[in-house]
Structures are given as structure tokens and as C-alpha cells.
């Protein structure tokens, strides 16, 4: 078995199998082959669980960086029971044998406790998670930050891309508190920006250099991986230099204090508020001048509405400061395609900006000539739909906009449907689906109408997991066995037990097979999903698991 770890901007691919487990290990090693149904790969998604701190392993300072085979530090693939405890363990087969400090770490699992993941409706589940337990370096001497005064000090941080989406910028601040960022790619704000910074600022950045001895790191800390983004320290002070080169220079044991004064010089340049522009960045570039009636404060006012990191604040406030709200262009930055594909007030009702979205048409982008431009009504109108975003659907609907819009398939001609299909949940957790289901239904939509593909507003619902939208068109007549043009009831689309259990109530056949697909009953069972195999097998209709090689 082999496992991809996702790092920032590369990845990392590692053979896995269990070492004999240490003498003192509490908690027994996986057996082969034993995987839970459920496995979160995104760190993010482990995080809120985790009860305990991760620990980091310390290890002496050695004449070359260590360049860990099979991955970095030590990776601990972990089976995590129903009630959030360790059951068992696995490492990377490739990997050194176990440290002793390592080893510590090991028989530290039984304590690691967590709060139980859950399946989608809610019951608690065996999951499989990795963790990464870092390993870091003492610094082979304590070298003192060199005497000079602050006027005397500067310091540079540049960060370049990455092969994924890495910000790619540098800052300069000087000991007179003069400030530089310099935004290439991946930032809202691009070009160089001048900008003064108080004295506390200046001095913050020197006791960083302090508190974490910066004066002591290598100068290179250089992963021998590709893909990932390099980051590169210079300071001056008292005439003496210093420059530390990381790239991904966590996975060869560089001290976490570099990390630290890095985030250091960040905080105290606001780096941040230039890379997912903040009100405070916008305040600040309208106090050194920015010219936001002007082209440039039409692309950032573009770029900005496109970045999902962005609040509705901020947006609003460039509108405030002047930006044009017509002729702004995006480029590849946080992938916001380009003015032609992604409409100002189009990215606005996607993500939900409801302040944004007013000023906008108060600004009169729903009118052409005087008049209401019924094609950009229509598309505001289908794009809140088609995002879930209840309360602009309400607010849009005061425009008169059509309840139908025109649908294709494929090469299918194209065909004239309810804009109740246009549905689609996203990744997002404010969907207000059922509710614009019900509001368009009340306007007269067709409750079983068809989309180009032959999926009906069932197939959405069953698709999006909403429990009560599937309820609520059950109950209202919908048909449980309308099938699309891949052959799909809306059963074989459910993504959601709780969705599924109201179909098969409803009376969905679980063994209809879809044109080249399996079956639902055959999918439960590569699945293992427990409440649904609990109804088929009380049913009667359990089906073999299905042949790995084809056919059914």
C-alpha cells in the first residue's frame, strides 16, 4: 500500500507498512490490509478533532541537514476508533527504524485521544488518519544577534510560488520603520507598495530575531523534494549580514524558531493584508496614495471579489474608495479565471457577498442604457440560484427575472427547463437549497420537469444530501424513479445515507443498474455502509459484493 502526504505545493509519495512494534508500545500495530471505510486525508479536517498537541521530535545538530528517507520525520498512519482513541498504528516501511525519541512517541498513542469523526449522519465511525510528527535540529551554537541600534537594522522575507497556489511576494522593513511589499503572484495586491510602520513594529521584528537566535540557523535548509515554495531570510544589523534559505525546510529538521521569525516578519510587515486584501490594507494604500478610480482599482477590485479569503467588508470598501465596478480583470490569482468568464457581481453572489452584491447594483450593473438588462438579471438570477444563496434569490426576484433557462447535454439539442435545475450544491455549508426549491416551486416551476440529461430535481436533491429538500419533494409527489440519461435513478446519485433511506422508503429500487455502473445495493456494499446494508439485508435485497474485474 502506498500513501500520498499533500504538503504546500508538492507531494510526497511513501510506500506503508507496519515496523515490529517497540517493546513498550501500548497500542498494537495495524494488521495488513486493515482499513477503516472512512480516511480524512486533509490535515485541516484532523485538526478540530485533535484533543492533545501533536509532539515534535528533537534531535542534535549533525555537519549535513538530514534528508529522511520514505518521508519526513516520522508519519504515523493511524486507525482512530468510534470513541476517538489510537486502536492501531502503522509507519512508513521505507523509514529508519524507530529512534529512540520516536520510539517515545510511539508509546505515547494510547494517551492521544480525539473527538470521534462522524459520518454524514452524525453516528461516530472508525476513521483512518495520518499524522506527521515533525522532527527538528538544536542549533549547533548559540550565536547572539550582532550590537548595532535599530536604525542600523533591515531585514527581507521573499517567498516564491509554488507548482500549487503559493503567494509569491517579498517585504522589506528598515530600521526607520519604512516598509516595502512587493507582490508578484497570488496576492490581491501586486507591484510594490511604500508604506511607513510604527516603531513598535521595527522593534518587534528585532526581539523576534532575539527570542528565536536567528543569528544561529544554517544558512540553508534545502529539502531535496520539488514543487515547493523557498523562502529566503536577510537581515543587516550593525554592519553584519545574515541570509537563511528554506525551502521546505521543515522536512529536513530546520528549528521551528526559523518558521517563527519568518511568521514574525509577516505579522509585523502585514503582509497579510496585502494577500487577501483586508479593510486595513485597503486604509492603507488609499494613505499612501493608491489611485483607486483608475484601471488598477478595477483589476483589484476584481481580483479581490474573487478571492474567497476576501470578507464582504473589504470588497465593499474598494467599491466606497472609488474602484470601478466595469472593466476589472482577474488573472490565474486564486483561480479567478477572467473578466469575461467570472462577472464582477457573478463571483460576488457566488460567494455570498450580500453587502457587495447591493453596491453593485446600486452602481447600476443590472441596467444597460437607462434599462433593465434582462440577460444580466437572468444570469444574476440563475448564478444565485445555482450557488444556493437564498436571499439574493429573494432580493433578485424583484427584477423580474425568467424562471426558465436554456440547458444542453452533450450533443443533445438544446432544451428551454425550470430554473429549479439549475440547483447544484457546492462546498459549502450555508446552502439554502430546500428553501429556493420551495420558493421556485410556489412560483409555479415544475416539480418533476427535466434538465437537457433527463435529471430531475429529485437527482439534485439526492445529490446534494439535503434531507429535508428530499423529504419535502417526496411528500409532494416527486418521482422516485425518473432516470437520466446515464440510466441514474436518483437513488444511484445519493450521496448521503440519510437521503438514502428516504428513497428506499419511498420505494427507489436499489438494484436497478445504471447504464455501465453498479448498483446501488452493490455500491452499499463497497461502501460498507452500516444503515443502509441494515435496511437491505432487512429487506431482503442484499447484493453480492460485485466482481473487481467487471460485470455485475
Same mark, same amino acid.
Request: one cysteine or more; aromatic letters at 6%.
Given at each position: 500500500m502506498k500513501r500520498t502526504i499533500i504538503l504546500a505545493g508538492l507531494l510526497l509519495t511513501v510506500p506503508i507498512a507496519a515496523h515490529a512494534a517497540p517493546e513498550t508500545a501500548k497500542v498494537r500495530t495495524c494488521t495488513s490490509g486493515e482499513q477503516p471505510a472512512f480516511t480524512i486525508l486533509n490535515e485541516n479536517a484532523i485538526d478540530p478533532h485533535r484533543r492533545f498537541d501533536l509532539p515534535v521530535v528533537v534531535v542534535p545538530f549533525a555537519p549535513q541537514v538530514r534528508q529522511p528517507k520514505g518521508g519526513p520525520g516520522l508519519i504515523l498512519d493511524l486507525v482512530i476508533d468510534a470513541t476517538g482513541h489510537v486502536a492501531c498504528y502503522a509507519i512508513d516501511a521505507d523509514a529508519p527504524r524507530p529512534t529512540r525519541e520516536e520510539r517515545a512517541v510511539i508509546d505515547s498513542l494510547d494517551t492521544w485521544t480525539y473527538t470521534p469523526f462522524t459520518d454524514d449522519t452524525g453516528a461516530p465511525v472508525e476513521t483512518s488518519i495520518t499524522e506527521w510528527i515533525h522532527e527538528e535540529e538544536r542549533y549547533r551554537t548559540i550565536v547572539p544577534l550582532p550590537d548595532g541600534p535599530a536604525s542600523s537594522f533591515s531585514v527581507t522575507l521573499e517567498r516564491t510560488g509554488c507548482s500549487g497556489s503559493c503567494p509569491d511576494y517579498s517585504i522589506t522593513i528598515k530600521g526607520d520603520g519604512s516598509a516595502v511589499f512587493d507582490g508578484r503572484s497570488d496576492s490581491d495586491v501586486t507591484g510594490k507598495q511604500s508604506y511607513s510602520l510604527g516603531p513598535d513594529a521595527v522593534a518587534a521584528v528585532i526581539e523576534a530575531a532575539r527570542q528565536t537566535q536567528i543569528w544561529s540557523a544554517r544558512d540553508k535548509y534545502i529539502a531535496r523534494v520539488t514543487g515547493g515554495p523557498t523562502n529566503v531570510v536577510t537581515l543587516h544589523i550593525g554592519g553584519k549580514s545574515k541570509t537563511i534559505v528554506d525551502y521546505e525546510g521543515a522536512l529536513v529538521g530546520m528549528p521551528s524558531a526559523v518558521t517563527r521569525f519568518e511568521a514574525a516578519v509577516d505579522k509585523a510587515g502585514g503582509t497579510a493584508d496585502y494577500i487577501h486584501l483586508t479593510t486595513e490594507g485597503v486604509e492603507r494604500l488609499g494613505t499612501e496614495g493608491f489611485e483607486f478610480a483608475s484601471q488598477a482599482g478595477a483589476d483589484l477590485l476584481a481580483v479581490t471579489n474573487a478571492d474567497k479569503a476576501v470578507s464582504d467588508d473589504t470588497v465593499l470598501a474598494l467599491i466606497q474608495a472609488g474602484a470601478p465596478v466595469r472593466g476589472g480583470h482577474t488573472s490565474s490569482i486564486h483561480g479567478a479565471g477572467n473578466a469575461e468568464d467570472s462577472p464582477l457581481l457573478r463571483n460576488a453572489i457566488r460567494l455570498g457577498r450580500r453587502k457587495t452584491v447591493q453596491a453593485l447594483i446600486g452602481k447600476g450593473v443590472l441596467m444597460q442604457d437607462g434599462k433593465p438588462d434582462q440577460a444580466a438579471?437572468?444570469?444574476?438570477?440563475?448564478? @444565485?440560484? +445555482?450557488? =444556493? $444563496?437564498?436571499? !439574493?434569490? #429573494? +432580493? *433578485?426576484?424583484?427584477?423580474?427575472?425568467? *424562471?426558465?433557462? /436554456?440547458? +444542453?447535454? $452533450?450533443? =443533445?439539442?438544446?432544451?428551454?427547463?425550470?430554473? /429549479? *435545475?439549475? *440547483?447544484?450544491?457546492?462546498?459549502?455549508?450555508?446552502?439554502?437549497?430546500? @428553501?429556493?426549491? #420551495?420558493? !421556485? !416551486?410556489? #412560483? =409555479?416551476?415544475? !416539480?418533476?420537469?427535466?434538465d437537457a440529461g433527463g435529471s430531475t430535481l429529485l437527482h439534485i436533491a439526492a445529490a446534494s444530501g439535503d434531507a429535508g429538500l428530499m423529504r419535502y419533494l417526496l411528500d409532494h409527489g416527486a418521482k422516485v424513479g425518473a432516470t437520466n440519461e446515464d440510466g441514474q435513478a436518483p437513488l444511484d446519485v445519493s450521496s448521503a445515507d440519510a437521503v438514502s433511506l428516504l428513497l428506499l422508503d419511498a420505494g427507489a429500487d436499489p438494484l436497478h443498474r445504471p447504464d455501465n455502473g453498479y448498483t446501488f445495493a452493490e455500491v452499499a456494499r463497497i461502501n460498507k455502509s452500516k444503515p443502509v446494508l441494515a435496511w437491505l439485508k432487512a429487506h431482503g435485497l442484499m447484493a453480492p459484493l460485485p466482481n473487481p474485474r467487471g460485470g455485475g
Amino acid at each position: 500500500m502506498k500513501r500520498t502526504i499533500i504538503l504546500a505545493g508538492l507531494l510526497l509519495t511513501v510506500p506503508i507498512a507496519a515496523h515490529a512494534a517497540p517493546e513498550t508500545a501500548k497500542v498494537r500495530t495495524c494488521t495488513s490490509g486493515e482499513q477503516p471505510a472512512f480516511t480524512i486525508l486533509n490535515e485541516n479536517a484532523i485538526d478540530p478533532h485533535r484533543r492533545f498537541d501533536l509532539p515534535v521530535v528533537v534531535v542534535p545538530f549533525a555537519p549535513q541537514v538530514r534528508q529522511p528517507k520514505g518521508g519526513p520525520g516520522l508519519i504515523l498512519d493511524l486507525v482512530i476508533d468510534a470513541t476517538g482513541h489510537v486502536a492501531c498504528y502503522a509507519i512508513d516501511a521505507d523509514a529508519p527504524r524507530p529512534t529512540r525519541e520516536e520510539r517515545a512517541v510511539i508509546d505515547s498513542l494510547d494517551t492521544w485521544t480525539y473527538t470521534p469523526f462522524t459520518d454524514d449522519t452524525g453516528a461516530p465511525v472508525e476513521t483512518s488518519i495520518t499524522e506527521w510528527i515533525h522532527e527538528e535540529e538544536r542549533y549547533r551554537t548559540i550565536v547572539p544577534l550582532p550590537d548595532g541600534p535599530a536604525s542600523s537594522f533591515s531585514v527581507t522575507l521573499e517567498r516564491t510560488g509554488c507548482s500549487g497556489s503559493c503567494p509569491d511576494y517579498s517585504i522589506t522593513i528598515k530600521g526607520d520603520g519604512s516598509a516595502v511589499f512587493d507582490g508578484r503572484s497570488d496576492s490581491d495586491v501586486t507591484g510594490k507598495q511604500s508604506y511607513s510602520l510604527g516603531p513598535d513594529a521595527v522593534a518587534a521584528v528585532i526581539e523576534a530575531a532575539r527570542q528565536t537566535q536567528i543569528w544561529s540557523a544554517r544558512d540553508k535548509y534545502i529539502a531535496r523534494v520539488t514543487g515547493g515554495p523557498t523562502n529566503v531570510v536577510t537581515l543587516h544589523i550593525g554592519g553584519k549580514s545574515k541570509t537563511i534559505v528554506d525551502y521546505e525546510g521543515a522536512l529536513v529538521g530546520m528549528p521551528s524558531a526559523v518558521t517563527r521569525f519568518e511568521a514574525a516578519v509577516d505579522k509585523a510587515g502585514g503582509t497579510a493584508d496585502y494577500i487577501h486584501l483586508t479593510t486595513e490594507g485597503v486604509e492603507r494604500l488609499g494613505t499612501e496614495g493608491f489611485e483607486f478610480a483608475s484601471q488598477a482599482g478595477a483589476d483589484l477590485l476584481a481580483v479581490t471579489n474573487a478571492d474567497k479569503a476576501v470578507s464582504d467588508d473589504t470588497v465593499l470598501a474598494l467599491i466606497q474608495a472609488g474602484a470601478p465596478v466595469r472593466g476589472g480583470h482577474t488573472s490565474s490569482i486564486h483561480g479567478a479565471g477572467n473578466a469575461e468568464d467570472s462577472p464582477l457581481l457573478r463571483n460576488a453572489i457566488r460567494l455570498g457577498r450580500r453587502k457587495t452584491v447591493q453596491a453593485l447594483i446600486g452602481k447600476g450593473v443590472l441596467m444597460q442604457d437607462g434599462k433593465p438588462d434582462q440577460a444580466a438579471i437572468d444570469d444574476a438570477f440563475d448564478t @444565485a440560484i +445555482s450557488a =444556493g $444563496r437564498m436571499e !439574493l434569490v #429573494q +432580493s *433578485l426576484w424583484a427584477w423580474h427575472p425568467a *424562471l426558465t433557462f /436554456t440547458d +444542453s447535454f $452533450r450533443d =443533445g439539442p438544446a432544451r428551454t427547463v425550470p430554473v /429549479t *435545475l439549475l *440547483l447544484n450544491k457546492v462546498e459549502q455549508t450555508d446552502w439554502d437549497g430546500f @428553501a429556493i426549491a #420551495q420558493f !421556485l !416551486l410556489d #412560483q =409555479g416551476c415544475d !416539480l418533476n420537469a427535466r434538465d437537457a440529461g433527463g435529471s430531475t430535481l429529485l437527482h439534485i436533491a439526492a445529490a446534494s444530501g439535503d434531507a429535508g429538500l428530499m423529504r419535502y419533494l417526496l411528500d409532494h409527489g416527486a418521482k422516485v424513479g425518473a432516470t437520466n440519461e446515464d440510466g441514474q435513478a436518483p437513488l444511484d446519485v445519493s450521496s448521503a445515507d440519510a437521503v438514502s433511506l428516504l428513497l428506499l422508503d419511498a420505494g427507489a429500487d436499489p438494484l436497478h443498474r445504471p447504464d455501465n455502473g453498479y448498483t446501488f445495493a452493490e455500491v452499499a456494499r463497497i461502501n460498507k455502509s452500516k444503515p443502509v446494508l441494515a435496511w437491505l439485508k432487512a429487506h431482503g435485497l442484499m447484493a453480492p459484493l460485485p466482481n473487481p474485474r467487471g460485470g455485475g
